[in-house]
């Protein structure tokens, strides 16, 4: 099943000797995103980095909005190298998903200034700081300086809220305690790791899961029983990831294992169809169950990424 590592190049401040640790940055998050985030993604861009097929990496799993990201913050002469840590968040939209983050890294403040100036993009105020948007609508992509090694980025309807959150004068994160105590729970020792709740677990899944396109599943349905999403990915000498659902009920959980399992034999069939005497980096998909949880495991050469 493929996880989506939103590895993306996002901003931070001034050259910085030390960066934050995981728990840290993850504390700016709880207190900056707002309290309606329904996932939460990690990833140590820094550890990725010293991987032998990070660009594959990249390349197989790297969502295309952040694609479009990447591109736009060269504008501001933020280069991948740069970003150590990102934590995205997502809350639901008029269009699906909203997503926003925060990162960390070496960023020169005049080179940033400088670049932007260079493209014609002016700085604007949202909650009283400096930020730069790329397009004038609200729904373009903005980043702001935090910090000394701590930026922002989000649309301008979404960057608003997350720095009045962080000034006190509106409601963060920190104040679910429903995600609070899932992100509590989630294992944090992988360079990739992330959490979801409600709407976004489904979201997650219709993200991940390969040729969704030729599958008649209403996803909100099939998770309608799932309280919560986490996972894991390690990245050494193969692409390891670990995915555990936890649902309402016994009974619910042996449903979804049942669906999940038929979504295995599918995507396999699908798989042979498509792509004849190709490995199938799905092969190796576990699925299990026990008790009101739910476990995926798939590990994964990195010959097959390229499928």
Known sequence: MRVRIL???LLAVLAAPARLPAEDIVAEALRSFPPETVRLEYSNSAKLRQLPNYERLRQRYLAPQIRNLEKSLTQLSIQEADVDEVVLGWKSGSSGLDLYGLA?????????????????LAPVQIAGLNAYCFEPDAAATCVAVLGDSLGAFGSRSSLGPMLQAR???AASLGSNSRFKTVLDEASKESPIWGVAVGPGVSDWFKGSMPGQENL???????????????????AADKVRLDIRLDCTTQAAAAGLRQVLDGLKSFQKLAWENQHPN???????????????RVNLKLTTAYATLGG
Do not use: H, M
Not at 109 to 118: E, R, V
Not at 282 to 289: A, I, K, R, Y
């Open 7 to 9: 590895i993306v190049l």
């Open 104 to 120: 960390t890294g070496r960023f020169s403040l005049k080179a940033i200034s400088d670049g932007a100036a260079g493209k014609g």
């Open 167 to 169: 000034a006190g004068s």
């Open 216 to 234: 008649e599943l209403d996803w909100s349905q099939a998770f309608a029983n799932v309280e919560a999403l986490s996972y894991n990915v390690d």
């Open 278 to 292: 190709q490995p199938n980096p799905f092969q190796t998909l576990e699925v299990d169950s026990s008790g009101q």
